[in-house]
């Protein structure tokens, strides 16, 4: 009879998904508090559905850019796994003591049930508790703005091209 696998991490510890994305730094924000505040061990999980070569290189660099570095005084362990981002997760925030600390894009309902929310189905599945960052002010800001000017666009190049008529045509055509 085979022995399970025994999980000889410290319990409760702070899990967190590394993601190189403003809610994935404000996330990792948010964990690094986390564990420092509760004391203890901050778990940074790189998850990747599929089997590729990712390096700690990527961790490293979600950690210079959203905390200019490790925090000081958490004990970081860095992990990849080859799973999806939720499944991962879950399987590392084991025991009920646990925290995750997930980053929410903002992108909406629709986009949330057509391609699957990872803080929906952290919240199904998960045995411990889930802490959802919402996205950072500057995100949703620049989705705003994005949506603006898709609308407008057309009106701004009619406009363009009535008040300066040697212009005519869009930019960059057939360069």
């Known amino acids: 009879m085979e022995k399970p696998e025994q999980d000889n991490s410290k319990h409760p510890r702070v899990v967190v998904s590394v993601d ?14 986390e564990a420092r505040s509760r004391n203890v061990p901050l778990q940074a999980v790189r998850a990747m559905p599929g089997i590729g070569i990712v390096d700690m290189e990527y ?13 000081a005084g958490v004990e970081v362990t860095r992990i990849v796994a080859f799973d999806s981002t939720s499944g991962a997760l879950a399987r590392h925030a084991s025991d009920p003591r646990d925290l995750i600390v997930v980053g929410n894009d903002g992108r909406g309902r629709l986009r949330a049930a057509w391609f699957g929310s990872v803080a929906r189905s952290l ?8 802490l959802v ?11 705003r703005s994005l949506r603006k000017l898709r609308r407008h666009r057309a009106d701004v190049w009619d406009r363009f091209e009535t008040e300066v008529p040697q212009l005519r045509g869009r930019p960059f055509q057939g360069a």
Request: charged share 20%.
């Open 133 to 143: 960052v919402p996205p950072p002010e500057m995100q949703r800001a620049t989705r």
């Open 20 to 33: 190189q994305s403003l809610s994935g730094y404000a996330a990792l924000r948010v964990a690094a508090g």
């Open 59 to 71: 961790v490293d660099a979600a950690f210079e850019e959203a905390l200019g570095g490790y925090p």
């Open 123 to 130: 919240l199904k599945h998960a045995r411990c508790q889930v």
